[in-house]
Every structure is written in structure tokens, then in C-alpha cells.
């Protein structure tokens, strides 16, 4: 029998008292004191508890039974009253009161669970993907799930009201070069050919702008057959931009009022009007990273000119190469003892590879570095002076060639933040969510390996306007017109403005290595759209799942996916990938390599995850 819920378990309050009500959800825990029988009933709602009592005359001896087996995860129904709690629980929503049961409905019994169903879980990654449906009865993962239910709700109703159409693009796509391995899928009628799952719906959604669609967006699963991380999974939901007759200023200003709308709406944080923004050249010489986290100071200062003729090998060589000599200022930790600081450098070589870092501190009785001996007094000042610092401060120095440089001053620069909690004891102006556009990328970087050149963004980034003319002598130098949207040290969105123009698409398809053949084979519907009309458009990618991650502040992208991949890009629930029949793999005109059968790949996968 069904008892059809008027309440759910998070609403019930004092002032419901006497109201009779008929809850359904999962035994969250029982306490049988002979003759009474307490329970906490749990839906996605929130908790509430219930009382059987065999003194209550309408409270059977079955009932009674039947409510001392209850165990945790149980499926039941209760009907009953509401009444006033005389042990209050403060820490829960309903802890004023409590539901005298009247009737009892068991829907299903559980086994015992692999691990307790609570907030604080105390179980493996592995055996919580394992079983993904219990570990999402918690209510942390509950709460984050609905939130990206909100949200999802929410970024719709905003673009609508902008005047966007939803379209859906296709999930069965021509292969393009885009930068990571596609997911491909075989075709049974079309023998040998292959469609792949789509990492973006880029041609398409400019193919919506050729044909009139003058703004697009879509909430779309995305595909990238790649090496995993926190913030990454095989597949991923990216919310996605298209926009006709816009520059850049069109898209920062409607995506900065996007989490705007957002920030102050769930996080009840009002955002400022227009972000902060820079240049990737900017962003990588005073930050060290292309999303850089501005939550906290302490940016890279460029010493070449101070420490260039010092007298020391170290900083007078690299300069002399063409190299630089870079400092970080570490506010409050002069103080730090050689046992500390070498703990800390291991972490910098481990993360980084450099072979030392110089150290410089402030102290009572003066600055001294590691590099003392090498130094002057008056070189030992201009370091303090040139980075901001006071006394009780630390500064740590690398020198070296090469723009890698930087980008190992960035990487020491978050493990600093880490290890002496700069974000909460030395925030920067920008606050708790350090929002920022990154600009002016390069249009393509060159690849020493294959002695070629691949687009910084994607092929279809127009190049910046004033820079066109270095395409052929200097293309390093151009710029794109792509831009990031970076959240505290993340990048939660990307785009450009695009190529309209085919012939201009050729050029930038040449730069690249792609011969007219192969573009012709792999964008010749885009070029042929080309030549029909074109508007300008440009647009933007926003990903959900991190966008989530950051505003539930999880520290796994897992935690905002219902049903994410492990590190292997393997569902441990439901055993995928796995291997299909042969007759299946006949039909798709498909022979596994070196004798490899259906079965041994099961094997392989089973000692994966073994």
C-alpha cells in the first residue's frame, strides 16, 4: 500500500503541531528503547524524526514489530501527527518536533550499506563511485546536485530574457583537429567511417550564425578523450555562446551581468558591474599562469635590472642570456627558520623541476639572503624595495632563461598561498571571488617537436586586427582576439570572435599545417558557408561543472556530477567501458588489435579496477 506524502521531511515546524501528515523516505537512524521506537525519516529534503509507541492505541502489535526491524536505508511511509519534541534538536531544521506515527508502511528493505550514509562519509572514492546511488543520498551531494539544478534553471532564464534561442546541436559529429583526442563512434551502415563526439559544437554554432540565428546558446555535454584531473572528466557540460554584429565588449558585458545574476542570487554576494581584466602577456609576467588567482598579492617582480652586474654567476649569467632574475615577496615570513624554508623549496623542485630557489628575509637585524656572500648590502635593499617588502617579510628568487621562468614563479606563487594561507591572512582588493578576463592571447604557438605551429584557442580565433599584417613574417608576435574568464585561479569560460571571412580562414588554416586538401576534407562546409554570408560573430564557452565546483567550494569536479568517471575515465557502477560481443564488433566492421578478444578486455578492465 502507497501512502501518497502530504510533507516532505524538511518542512514540518512547530507551528504545525496537531496537523496530521504522511511522510516517505529512507531510515537515516533508530533507536528501539523496548515499546518505543525512535527513527529519523530522510528524503532530499531534509530529516525528520518519528516515535512509535505501543502505548498508543492506535499503534498494533505488527506495527510495533515491524517498526523495531527498522534499519538504516529502509524505504517506508508513516502517517501520523505532528507534535512538539521534548528533547529539542537544535542542529536540525524539524528538531522541534517529531511525528507520532499512526500507520506504518515498509516499501523495502536495505542490506547493510557498504559505508554509513552521512555527511562525513567515511569510505574510499573508489567504493563511493562503486556505489554512486547511495553516496548521492547524502545531503552535501543532494544540496549540490539541486544547486546545478538552480542554476542550470537560472542561466536559461537569463539568456532568454536577452533573447537567445535554444538549439540543440549534434552529438554524432564530422572528426575535426581540435586540439584534444576525439571520442569516436563507428558507423554500422557506413563500413569503416566514423563519427566522434563532439569536444565543442564550435562549427556548428557558427554555422547557426551563417544561417541568420543571431544569438544561440545551449546547456551541452561536451566530449574530450583526455588525461583526467580534479576539475576534469571525459564528459563535461559547458554552457555555450554564439552571438552575430558583437565584439568583445558585447560578450564581457552580458557574461559579467551572467554572474552577476548568479553570485547575487544563490551566493547573495552583489558582484561588481565589469570584472577586472588584463592581457595574457600581463597575466603571465606578473602572475606566472594565464588564469591567474587574485585573491591574494604578491605578484612576480622583475629584478633583471637590479641584480644584472651584482657580481653573483647566477643572476649576472641569466641576464646576460637574455634571461631574468625574478622575485615573489612573501609577506610575514621573515621569521622562518632554514629548516622551514628548505621543507618548502623541496615542494617548489618537486612541482617545478628548478634546480634551487634564493631565498631573501627581513628580519630584526636586517636582510640576509642564501646568497649572502655573493651579495652587497645595497643589492640585499633593492630586492626589499623593488618587491613591496617590510620588515618580517620573505622574498624567494629565481633566475633563469626562457618564459618557463614565469610560469614556475606562478606555480610557487599558489604553493606559497597554500602553505602559509596568504588568500585569508593577505587578501587582495578583488575579495573572496577574484573574478577577471584574460585578453590578447597569442593566435598560435610553436610546437619545437613537430617544428610546426598550433592555434593557442582553436583554428576558427580571429587574429587580432592591427596584427594581420606579421602573419607571414612574424605570426608568434599576433594576437587573437580570444579572451578567458577566469574565477579565482580558474578558467570558467573561454571564447573569441571569430573568422567570418573564408579568405582569411584559408590563411589562418595554412599558418597551421593544414594543407587545402585537408581543410576541404575536414571544414569544407564550413568554408563553402564561408562564401555565402557571413556575419561577424564570436562567442563564448562557460563550463558548468567548475562554475559549480567553485560556488558549492568542492574540491572535486565529481562532487557536482551525478554520475562522473574515476581517474581512468571508468564508471565503477556500472562497469564501463567494457567490452561488447563479437558479433557486435562484426557489425560495425571493427577487429581488435594484436588478437585481442572481448573477453580479455573485460579482464583488463576488471584488474584496472582491481
Known amino acids: 500500500m502507497l501512502l501518497k506524502r502530504t510533507h ?11 496537523t496530521e501528515v504522511v511522510l516517505n523516505g529512507w531510515i537515516d537512524g533508530h533507536r528501539d528503547l523496548g515499546g518505543l521506537v525512535f527513527a529519523d525519516v530522510r528524503d532530499r529534503y531534509g530529516v525528520t524524526q518519528i516515535v512509535v509507541d505501543e502505548s498508543d492505541a492506535a499503534v ?5 514489530q515491524q517498526a523495531a526491524k527498522l534499519r538504516a536505508e529502509d524505504v517506508i511511509g508513516c502517517r501520523g501527527f505532528v507534535r512538539e519534541r521534548e528533547s529539542k534538536n537544535p542542529d536540525m531544521p524539524t528538531g522541534d518536533i517529531e511525528i507520532v506515527v499512526t500507520e506504518l508502511v515498509v516499501y523495502s528493505k536495505s542490506d547493510v550499506p557498504p559505508f554509513e550514509v552521512k555527511t562525513d562519509v567515511q569510505a574510499s572514492d573508489d567504493l563511493r563511485l562503486r556505489y554512486r546511488y547511495l553516496d548521492l543520498r547524502r545531503q552535501p551531494l543532494q544540496h549540490k546536485l539541486q544547486l546545478r539544478s538552480k542554476v542550470a534553471h537560472a542561466i536559461r532564464a537569463y539568456y532568454h530574457e536577452h533573447e537567445f534561442a535554444e538549439i540543440e546541436t549534434p552529438v554524432l559529429m564530422k ?26 559544437p564550435q562549427t556548428y554554432k ?16 561536451c566530449f574530450r578523450d583526455e588525461d583526467l ?48 581584466r588584463m592581457t595574457y602577456e600581463n597575466a603571465i609576467h606578473t602572475y606566472g599562469s594565464d588564469k591567474p588567482d587574485l585573491r591574494f598579492g604578491s605578484p612576480i617582480v622583475n629584478l633583471s635590472e637590479t641584480l644584472s652586474k651584482t657580481g653573483f654567476k647566477l643572476f649576472d649569467g641569466a641576464v646576460a642570456a637574455g634571461g631574468h632574475v625574478l622575485g615573489l615577496r612573501i609577506p610575514g615570513q621573515g621569521a622562518l627558520g632554514r629548516g622551514a624554508l628548505d621543507r618548502f623549496i623541496d615542494k617548489v623542485k618537486q612541482a617545478t623541476g628548478v634546480p634551487g630557489v634564493i631565498y631573501a628575509k627581513w628580519t630584526e637585524e636586517g636582510v640576509t639572503s642564501s646568497v649572502a656572500k655573493f651579495l652587497q648590502d645595497s643589492d640585499h635593499e633593492q630586492i626589499m624595495e623593488q618587491t613591496g617588502s617590510q620588515q618580517g617579510d620573505l622574498v624567494l628568487i629565481l633566475a633563469g632563461e626562457g618564459m618557463q621562468l614565469f610560469t614556475h614563479m606562478g606555480t610557487m606563487r599558489l604553493l606559497a598561498a597554500e602553505e602559509w594561507n596568504l588568500r585569508e591572512t593577505h587578501p587582495s582588493s578583488f575579495g573572496p571571488w577574484a573574478f577577471c578576463w584574460v585578453t590578447d592571447f597569442p593566435l598560435v604557438e610553436w610546437d619545437e617537436e613537430e617544428q610546426r605551429y598550433f592555434a593557442l584557442h582553436h583554428p576558427f580565433t580571429s587574429p587580432h586586427p592591427e596584427d594581420v599584417t606579421q602573419m607571414d613574417s612574424n605570426p608568434g608576435v599576433v594576437r587573437s582576439r580570444a579572451y578567458d574568464l577566469v574565477l579565482n585561479g580558474s578558467e570558467i569560460g573561454g571564447g573569441s570572435i571569430r573568422i567570418h571571412e573564408q579568405s582569411m580562414q584559408r590563411k589562418v588554416f595554412d599558418l597551421l599545417g593544414i594543407s587545402e586538401k585537408e581543410a576541404e576534407e575536414k571544414f569544407g562546409f564550413l568554408l563553402k558557408a564561408f562564401s555565402y554570408g557571413a556575419p561577424p560573430h564570436g562567442g563564448i564557452a562557460l563550463g558548468l561543472d567548475r562554475i559549480l565546483m567553485i560556488m558549492t567550494g568542492a574540491e ?34 571493427i577487429r581488435l588489435a594484436d588478437g585481442v578478444t572481448p573477453q580479455e578486455v573485460d579482464e583488463q578492465a576488471q584488474d584496472d579496477e582491481s
Not at 516532505?8 to 496537531?18: A, F, N, P, V
Not at 564528459?235 to 555555450?240: K, P
Open 8 to 18: 516532505t521531511c524538511g518542512e514540518l515546524r512547530i507551528e504545525d503541531q496537531s
Open 60 to 64: 498494533s502489535e505488527s506495527m510495533m
Open 175 to 200: 572528426s575535426t583537429p581540435e586540439g584534444a583526442r576525439d571520442y569516436l563512434v563507428p558507423s554500422r551502415v557506413n563500413a569503416g567511417a566514423f563519427y566522434a563526439l563532439p569536444q565543442s
Open 206 to 221: 557558427q554555422m547557426l550564425m551563417v544561417s541568420g540565428f543571431d544569438r544561440y546558446v545551449q546547456i551541452v555535454k
Open 229 to 276: 584531473r580534479a576539475d576534469r572528466q571525459p564528459e563535461f557540460t559547458q554552457v555555450d555562446v554564439e552571438m552575430s554584429f558583437v565584439d568583445e565588449e558585447d560578450i564581457y558585458s552580458l557574461h559579467e551581468g551572467l554572474m552577476g545574476h548568479l553570485w547575487s542570487t544563490f551566493m547573495h554576494v552583489e558582484l561588481p558591474k565589469t570584472f577586472h
Open 556 to 589: 572535486s569536479i565529481r562532487d557536482v556530477i551525478a554520475f562522473p568517471k574515476n581517474q581512468r575515465a571508468q564508471s565503477l557502477m556500472d562497469a564501463s567501458p567494457s567490452s561488447v560481443s563479437q558479433e557486435q564488433l562484426d557489425e560495425l566492421h
